[in-house]
Structures are given as structure tokens and as C-alpha cells.
């Protein structure tokens, strides 16, 4: 059994474990993807011959891959050092290893789109280059057999409109990163937390739901505004420069639980009146007392825009195109391990008040790059967050076998950017142009099978 907790300073020294020299320092990425019927785009169930749970047995069978079961049921794969999850709706997530270079993450992801795409094409399924389901509304998606998903799923309708969309439908890019002790990480959660309007609006790619645009650039990112506010958003104590490791603590303690784990089974937490983990941890619940793998699990119910565990996780961007998808890791990597790139990141978003930044926040989900910061676009402070990151990926020098600094991962996001356009945006033209309002159209040019990783 996991060592019991019983008062703060336990929980804080949790994150206090977390910490690395920069010699170890590593990026770790996650990615998860929208999985659609080639013959119709609608959402691919989880069961039956042509389902995601089909398509981890076949990749099991085929590759390095171990299944994972719950009741029965292939729910994951294990790698020797990443794993394939599915979320609530069927969206396929590559929870990546911890890589030294974007190089070995990019290679990594092209390994796992050309094993993906060939078993999705050998069960007539597609992936899809979108932050949201484009077709099938939440009724039409079947929720994934897992016990976890079946106590959130309907403990999200009860906390806000949206939650149930965002378990079914949503699809992002995660990057996780390392930090050195305390003062490092408050640092790197604060400037994250401050760019979040920025990274919305950089990689927006969820314009199409439900058959039709939906007003959004990032409709994903509005979900997340009306899911469950006591445990997502950006808390404003993150934004501050004396934040510690005993603010975020004290903020997760008074975060309703979801679950506890005992020998491999859920027990639900969510009946009302519901138990905050600073209750659990004083009182317990029934026979059952508080413990750090409790800790641990009830982190990763915390949805806000960027988190804290044993990491710095960043969880805003919409999920890209295959050539795309590591230009979220590059862009965090070149401005966290870089001072002076943290500091001049911080520069673009430090004079925004917490009102200010919310609202931002929200014309970023609706209008991308052209929301007005003032009298500065979004498109000009993209483009300098883009050009920092740069700047530390060259001075970082790590090179792949051709000699190139990982910078090369952004190169195309900077030249979206200069423009004013990124992947919502194109999405949307194309849909009332080339597309002709034809999902089928949307569906065969934002297939995996299409894009490549060129």
C-alpha cells in the first residue's frame, strides 16, 4: 500500500520529488487523435470487428505492444517506453517516452502514424487532423468501458454544459516538461499559464462539430470554459510571481475527488454532497485513509490549462496535422529550458490583469490570431512567442542526423502565423470553398492517410 498522507506538507513535498538537474531534463508528449468511419466520418464505435478496440489488438498483435485490460476489455497498449490509451470517446492517444530531443519525438510519433494508419485502413477507419469529432454529436459516441470514464461521464453534466462534449469529442496535443526545484517550476507554470490566450489562437483546429462550423476557432477551448470551473481554467494564484508548491496544493486540496483505486477497482466519490481531497485527508472515507498514490491519481483530475504533478504539463493546444503535431513540445521546450526565452515570453503577457486575460482567452477561442490585445494583434504577439521558442531551440544544439536544430519543428507554425491563419482557418475556408460544406471532402483531406509527415 502506498505511504498514508496526512497533513500538507506531505502533498507538498509530492511536487518537491519531481524535481531534476537540467542534465536530465526531458520532453514527453502526448497525443491524442479523432478516430472517424472512413465510409461516413461519423465516430468510431470502441467495440465490434471495426472499432478502436479491434484496432489495439491488431497493433498488439503486430508490433512491441502488450494489451492492457480492464474486465476483459483491451483498453491500452504498453510499449518499452510509451503507451497507447483511448479516451472516454475513442480517441486514440500516443502518451509518448521521455524524449532528450523533439527529434526522437518526432520520430517516435512517425512511427506510431504509419503503424496506426495501416490498421485504421485494414478496418475501414480514418484519424483525423481535428481538435473535435466533426460529425457524430455525444449520443452517437460510444463511452469507452472504462470504470473511470462511467463515474466522470455523468458527474459532468451535473457540473456544467459541456463536460460530456469535451470526454467524447475533444482531441488535444499535451507537452510535458521538467523542472529544477521549486522556484523553476512556479516559474514555468506561470509563464505557461500566461500564454495559454496565445497558444489557443496559435493552434485553434476545432471550427467543424456536429456537421457544420460552430463560430469557434477553437470550439474545443470554449468547451473546457463550461466543463467543471472547480477544477479547470487558469486559477489567478498561478499568474502570480511568489506562487509555491503550498499554493498549488492548497488549491488541489479543495478540488471535489472522482475516485479512489483500491486493489484495481474504482470507488466513486462523486455522490452528493462529493468529498474534497482536504476532507478525505482528514477524515477518510468509510474505512479507507488518504494516501500519496491518491495524491497522485486525483492530480490528473485537475483540468486546468496547464498543470502541476512530478511536471509541468501543458494541456491547451488542439490537436494538429501529423507534421504539426510536435510543434507544440518545440514550442513550450525552446521557451521553458531557456531563462532568457522564459523571460521574454512572460514580456508578451505580463501587463494583461487576470479580468483581461480571461477575456482574451475567450476571443481567442472564438477569432484565433485576430483577437486585439489593445492595439496589438494576436498575430504580431504569436509570431514573437514563435521566434523566442526559435532562439532556444538553436541555442539548445540539438541535432538530428542531418545536422538540424530542432527550430525546424516551427518553421511552418511561424510561417501560418506571419499570415494570421492557422489550422481553424484553413479549415474554415476550405469548408465554404474547395470543401463545398461536404464532409466527406473535410474527412478525405484531414485523414492521416492524406497529410503525411513531410
Excluded at 492492457?68 to 472516454?88: F, M, Q, S, Y
Excluded at 499554493?247 to 472522482?258: F, I, Q, T
Excluded at 521574454?344 to 501587463?351: M, N, Q, S
Amino acid at each position: 500500500m502506498s505511504e498514508l498522507v496526512e497533513k500538507k506538507d506531505d502533498l507538498i513535498a509530492y511536487f518537491e520529488t519531481g524535481a531534476k538537474p537540467r542534465e536530465e531534463w526531458r520532453v514527453g508528449t502526448e497525443y491524442e487523435k479523432v478516430a472517424v468511419r472512413a465510409e461516413d466520418g461519423r465516430a468510431l464505435p470502441f467495440s465490434g470487428p471495426a472499432g478502436v478496440e479491434e484496432i489495439l489488438r491488431r497493433m498488439a498483435d503486430r508490433w512491441d505492444w502488450e494489451p492492457e485490460e480492464e474486465h476483459g476489455r483491451i483498453l491500452a497498449l504498453r510499449g518499452p517506453r510509451a503507451a497507447i490509451t483511448i479516451e472516454p470517446g475513442g480517441q486514440i492517444e500516443l502518451s509518448g517516452e521521455q524524449c532528450p530531443t523533439i527529434h526522437c519525438a518526432h520520430d517516435e510519433f512517425a512511427v506510431h502514424v504509419q503503424q496506426l494508419t495501416e490498421i485504421g485502413s485494414e478496418v475501414g477507419a480514418r484519424i483525423l487532423s481535428l481538435g473535435i469529432q466533426p460529425v457524430s454529436g455525444i449520443d452517437e459516441i460510444e463511452l469507452l468501458p472504462k470504470a473511470r470514464y462511467h463515474i466522470m461521464y455523468p458527474y459532468m453534466a451535473r457540473k456544467g454544459t459541456l463536460g460530456q462534449r469535451m470526454m467524447k469529442q475533444t482531441a488535444g496535443v499535451q507537452a510535458n516538461l521538467d523542472y529544477r526545484d521549486e522556484a523553476d517550476a512556479m516559474r514555468k507554470l506561470r509563464v505557461s499559464m500566461g500564454i495559454v490566450p496565445l497558444l489557443y489562437a496559435i493552434f485553434a483546429n476545432s471550427p467543424i462539430s456536429d456537421g457544420g462550423l460552430n463560430g469557434y476557432q477553437s470550439y474545443r477551448g470554449h468547451i473546457w470554459t463550461d466543463t467543471d470551473n472547480e477544477r479547470c481554467g487558469i486559477p489567478e494564484f498561478t499568474l502570480r510571481e511568489d506562487s509555491t508548491f503550498a499554493d498549488y496544493a492548497e488549491y488541489a486540496l479543495d478540488v471535489p475527488m472522482y475516485f479512489i483505486i483500491r486493489n484495481h477497482e474504482y470507488i466513486d466519490l462523486t455522490c452528493p454532497p462529493g468529498i474534497t481531497f482536504r476532507t478525505y485527508m482528514t477524515q477518510g472515507f468509510g474505512r479507507e485513509r488518504a494516501t500519496l498514490d491518491d495524491w497522485g491519481d486525483h492530480l490528473t483530475t485537475i483540468f486546468t490549462e496547464v498543470r502541476l504533478k512530478k511536471y509541468i504539463e501543458v494541456r491547451t493546444a488542439d490537436s494538429q496535422p501529423p507534421r504539426m503535431m510536435t510543434a507544440l513540445p518545440a514550442l513550450i521546450k525552446g521557451i521553458l529550458y531557456e531563462d532568457d526565452c522564459l523571460l521574454g515570453a512572460w514580456d508578451l503577457v505580463k501587463r494583461w490583469s487576470y479580468a483581461e486575460r480571461l477575456k482574451l482567452n475567450d476571443s481567442a477561442h472564438k477569432i484565433g490570431l485576430e483577437t486585439r490585445a489593445g492595439k496589438i494583434a494576436f498575430r504580431e504577439l504569436a509570431t514573437e512567442l514563435i521566434e523566442i521558442a526559435i532562439r532556444g531551440l538553436e541555442r539548445q544544439k540539438a541535432l538530428n542526423d542531418r545536422g538540424q536544430d530542432e527550430s525546424i519543428y516551427l518553421l511552418e507554425l511561424l510561417d501560418l502565423v506571419r499570415r494570421g491563419q492557422n489550422q481553424a482557418v484553413l479549415a474554415s475556408e476550405r469548408w465554404k470553398g474547395s470543401w463545398n460544406y461536404e464532409l466527406m471532402r473535410l474527412i478525405a483531406e484531414r485523414s492521416y492517410d492524406a497529410a503525411g509527415l513531410a
